[in-house]
């Protein structure tokens, strides 16, 4: 008789592993330094990962998971070290009274909006922070602080995450659309787009004064999870829960002093810059991996509806705002 089918050809599970690994191979190739064009944008890196997800299950899950939090932390730190602090808190400052405005509107209107769709309250609160705030970090700040469920977490990461990747494919092409300056675009991304990753990839391909602003102003955002943590501790009496603090914001306002203040050589901080840019599009690919056609049915219609409105909201009136007072 033959040999049995089991033998014949390799196992799905097996062409995922090796097309994992050949596309991250693929990525982190310096196109730039060979071709003189970067080949692989944030953009086609987020692609292709969905693409990925969407034909294979995602063959290294912990891996992924981990190393795009890693990427992305050590990412941004090093995007620090081609900043100057003066000229960042500069061009950045108009940005930071929209934060605070945008942050407090958005929770108010995520918990009125949770309630009119009859949404579970802590879902509503996590979609709401999320939005708010800097999307995946938020939710899993404050999820063990309200003690929410795997399903509640699941829900509100799968549609934060849903909307988060579906702005760094439109953004950009409204930004040029309106012929919106580096600092417009850098401010409204900060603002309007759910993560931080997809903030950076979005300045990133905006142009290089957006993507100092888009950093800056996302990441002083993003330190609003401390104040909402110890807020949500408050409201859902639980003084024993434990607070995640997003170290890595201290770390990229360390490096931004050492390029200001003791400047380095500038084949060191250009290398660090690459790294740093390298680093996101491999994050922007495992995140995009890590979406599957199961996170998506999971997610429903009511939660996503919630954050499509709140999404809607911050995005029309921040740009309206950015528009008509930033040059």
Known sequence: ??????????????????IYMALVVLILFPWDLVTGMALVTPAVALFVGLMFALCFECPFPKF????????????????????????????????????????????????????WLHLSRKT???????????????????????????KEMAVSLGVIFILNAIALFIFPPIGHYFDMSQQQFGTWAAIAIHDTSSVVGAGDVY???????????KLTRALWIIPLALVTMLIFRDKKAKISIPWFI?????????????????????????????????????IGASLSVSTVKSVGATPLLLAIALWIVIGVSSFIVVMYTIP
């Open 1 to 18: 008789m033959s040999m049995n089918n089991k033998n014949q050809g390799l196992p799905l599970s097996a062409i995922s592993r090796y």
């Open 207 to 217: 142009g290089a004064e957006a993507l100092k602003i888009a950093t800056l102003i």
């Open 250 to 286: 201290f770390l990229f306002i360390v490096a931004m002093l050492i390029n200001t203040y003791c400047p380095l050589p500038s084949q060191l901080t250009s290398a660090l810059i690459w790294l740093a840019k390298k680093g996101l599009v491999l994050t922007l690919f495992f």
């Open 64 to 115: 992924n998971k981990k190393g795009s939090k890693f990427l992305l932390q050590a990412s941004v730190v090093g995007l620090g070290f081609g900043m100057n602090v003066t000229e960042s808190l500069k061009s950045g400052s108009e940005g930071m009274a929209f934060t605070v405005v945008s942050v407090v509107g958005v929770m108010v209107l995520g918990v009125l909006f949770g309630y």
């Open 124 to 150: 509503s609160y996590l979609i709401a922070s999320g939005t708010a705030i800097c999307g995946g970090s938020a939710i899993a700040a404050v999820g063990p602080v309200l003690h929410a469920n795997e």
